[in-house]
Structures are given as structure tokens and as C-alpha cells.
Nanobody
Framework: QVQLVESGGGLVQAGGSLRLSCAAS????????MAWFRQPPGKERECVAA????????YYADSVKGRFTISRDNPKNTLYLQMNGLKPEDTAVFYC??????????????????WGQGTQVTVSS
């Protein structure tokens, strides 16, 4: 069992930055692929970034490449998403998700087993 708690969301002006954190409980975090998803108002949930359990393999959605960086600190059981150059279209609820152990990251929501409750990110123009 893995419990995930996101933090770091908020209101920011376009061009600004935010750093999201996801604190994980449980012993399997360090062996799990992890991802950040987002769900804009009235739209489907999409994967913005994912990272392998050892941190050497990553995935980024085209819309965030060069602006967002996913990272993890396994000893601290924490996942991060550094978001720079934020745009109004980045406004969404952001979720972290944990996948099975020892798997490569994917952008498919069905890959992931555990989900956090989400944190709101609002970017004003």
C-alpha cells in the first residue's frame, strides 16, 4: 500500500514557477515508477511527466518539454515536479501517481495503481 500526498500548488502569474512535491508513504516508493498527471477543467486527465523507479528514464508530454522537470528523492520518499514558464493553459488539478514495482514509466493512467488527492495549480494571464 502506498499513500501519496501532493503539495506546492497555488496561484501564479504567467511566466512564473512552482514546485510540486508528492510525499509517499510505504516501502515500495523507491521501487515504483512515478508520474504526474493533470486534469484541466472540463478535460480528461493527461500525463505530463513520468520517471522510472531508479530515476534514469523520464517521459514528458510535448506541451511541457523544456519547461517542466520531474525528479525523485528515494531516501526521502518524495517526487517533485519543477514547473517553469507557466502558462494559463497549465491551469489544472495536478496528481501524482505510483505504478507497479520495477517497471518503466508510461503515460497511460491505467499503468498507475496509487493516486494522490491532487493539488490545484492556477496560472493567471
Amino acid at each position: 500500500q502506498v499513500q501519496l500526498v501532493e503539495s506546492g500548488g497555488g496561484l501564479v502569474q504567467a511566466g512564473g514557477s512552482l514546485r510540486l512535491s508528492c510525499a509517499a508513504s510505504g516501502r515500495t516508493f523507491s521501487r515504483s515508477a512515478m508520474a504526474w498527471f493533470r486534469q484541466p477543467p472540463g478535460k480528461e486527465r493527461e500525463c505530463v511527466a513520468a520517471i522510472s523507479w531508479i530515476g534514469t528514464s523520464t517521459y514528458y508530454a510535448d506541451s511541457v518539454k523544456g519547461r517542466f522537470t520531474i525528479s525523485r528523492d528515494n531516501p526521502k520518499n518524495t517526487l517533485y515536479l519543477q514547473m517553469n514558464g507557466l502558462k494559463p493553459e497549465d491551469t489544472a488539478v495536478f496528481y501524482c501517481a505510483a505504478g507497479p514495482q520495477y517497471t518503466e514509466p508510461t503515460h497511460y493512467a491505467t499503468t498507475y495503481i496509487y493516486w494522490g488527492q491532487g493539488t490545484q495549480v492556477t496560472v493567471s494571464s
